[in-house]
């Protein structure tokens, strides 16, 4: 029988889309009081997705990256992703002409991957529970981070990379500074 070994804990991040800086900040803001303090944070980016989300949220949206210092269990993906879908119908405006003026990706970071959840199913993707799936987007390999065939274009970035090593960094030195640290 194969022994269950000890999982570690992860860190939580979350992406906030908007064409409109302040519903960022005020997202921000509610994930920041609701997930704690955060830790790594990026500056807007430029989040291109082929139009996809042009009706619902207008033209020129933009990405920030937050991430959140104390990390947590990865079993609870599905549970973020609700309570951002959640969050997001807090803003939308059914009767605008965008009325969808934010989404909210959660994922979470390890030593070896970025994992973003999501309500779509793929072939490469796996289910986790309650309507949620889980996708390893990118993969931390001889010391850099590798996308996938999979992997959207946005998270294909420098920027991203950067930000996922400041949370891989953050989270190694707390595990560093804890039990049950693995080096790899």
Same mark, same amino acid.
């Given at each position: 029988?194969?022994?269950?070994?000890?999982?570690?804990?992860?860190?939580?991040?979350?992406?906030?889309?908007?064409?409109?800086?302040?519903?960022?900040?005020?997202?921000?803001?509610?994930?920041?009081?609701?997930?704690?303090?955060?830790?790594?944070?990026?500056?807007?980016?430029?989040?291109?997705?082929?139009?996809?989300?042009?009706?619902?949220?207008?033209?020129?949206?933009?990405?920030?990256?937050?991430?959140?210092?104390?990390?947590?269990?990865?079993?609870?993906?599905?549970?973020?992703?609700?309570?951002?879908?959640?969050?997001?119908?807090?803003?939308?405006?059914?009767?605008?002409?965008?009325?969808?003026?934010?989404?909210?990706? +959660?994922? %979470?970071? /390890?030593?070896?991957?970025?994992?973003? &959840? =999501?309500?779509?199913?793929?072939?490469? *993707?796996?289910? @986790?529970?309650?309507?949620?799936?889980?996708?390893?987007?990118?993969?931390?390999?001889?010391?850099?981070?590798?996308?996938?065939?999979?992997?959207? +274009?946005? %998270?294909? /970035?420098?920027?991203?990379?950067?930000? &996922? =090593?400041?949370?891989?960094?953050?989270? *190694?030195?707390? @595990?560093?500074?804890?039990?049950?640290?693995?080096?790899?």
């Amino acid at each position: 029988m194969a022994e269950v070994l000890y999982v570690e804990p992860v860190i939580r991040f979350c992406a906030v889309i908007s064409c409109d800086p302040t519903v960022r900040q005020q997202a921000i803001e509610r994930l920041e009081n609701h997930w704690g303090e955060i830790v790594v944070q990026s500056g807007p980016l430029p989040f291109q997705a082929g139009g996809y989300y042009a009706a619902s949220m207008g033209e020129h949206l933009e990405k920030e990256l937050i991430a959140f210092h104390q990390p947590c269990d990865a079993a609870e993906l599905a549970d973020w992703k609700h309570w951002t879908n959640s969050l997001e119908s807090q803003f939308a405006r059914p009767d605008a002409s965008h009325p969808r003026p934010l989404n909210l990706d +959660p994922g %979470y970071i /390890t030593q070896a991957k970025l994992v973003l &959840a =999501t309500t779509k199913d793929r072939d490469h *993707r796996v289910y @986790l529970r309650d309507g949620m799936f889980g996708e390893i987007t990118l993969t931390y390999t001889a010391k850099k981070w590798i996308h996938h065939r999979w992997t959207y +274009p946005d %998270y294909r /970035t420098a920027d991203v990379a950067e930000f &996922a =090593t400041r949370c891989r960094n953050h989270l *190694r030195s707390t @595990l560093q500074r804890g039990k049950g640290f693995r080096q790899r």
